[in-house]
Nanobody, 123 residues
Framework: QVQLVESGGGMVQAGASVTLSCAAS????????MGWFRQPPGLEREFVAA????????YYSPSVRGRSTISRDNERNTMSLQINYLNPADTAIYYC????????????????YGQGTQVTVSS
């Protein structure tokens, strides 16, 4: 059974940083592109960031580019996302996702999601 479990969310002040983690089981993430999506209150889920299966290439949405870092550890079957300079617009449920191996820069290639972790940014 494939499981993606997110952790690291919570309530933070604007301007702070958050590091989200994803632990995978039931699949070896080295065979997948990995990514993060988020769903703000009342809105649809949107792409945030992705990383190639080797970890050598990253792809960010304009909303977090320049203040975020995605990384992965294939040996530990984990992935993380750090977002700096948080603002209230970053408030959302953040989802870990796995996608087709060679399509890290195509959000449509991600079809496995975790349950999500809530990040709330207060002003």
């Amino acid at each position: 059974q494939v499981q993606l479990v997110e952790s690291g969310g919570g309530m933070v002040q604007a301007g702070a940083s958050v590091t989200l983690s994803c632990a995978a089981s039931g699949l070896g993430i080295s065979n997948y592109a990995m990514g993060w999506f988020r769903q703000p209150p009342g809105l649809e889920r949107e792409f945030v960031a992705a990383i190639s299966w080797t970890g050598g290439s990253m792809y960010y949405s304009p909303s977090v580019r320049g203040r975020s870092t995605i990384s992965r550890d294939n040996e530990r079957n984990t992935m993380s996302l750090q977002i700096n300079y948080l603002n209230p617009a970053d408030t959302a449920i953040y989802y870990c996702a796995a996608g087709r191996k060679n399509f890290y820069n195509d959000p449509r290639a991600f079809d496995r999601y975790g349950q999500g972790t809530q990040v709330t940014v207060s002003s």
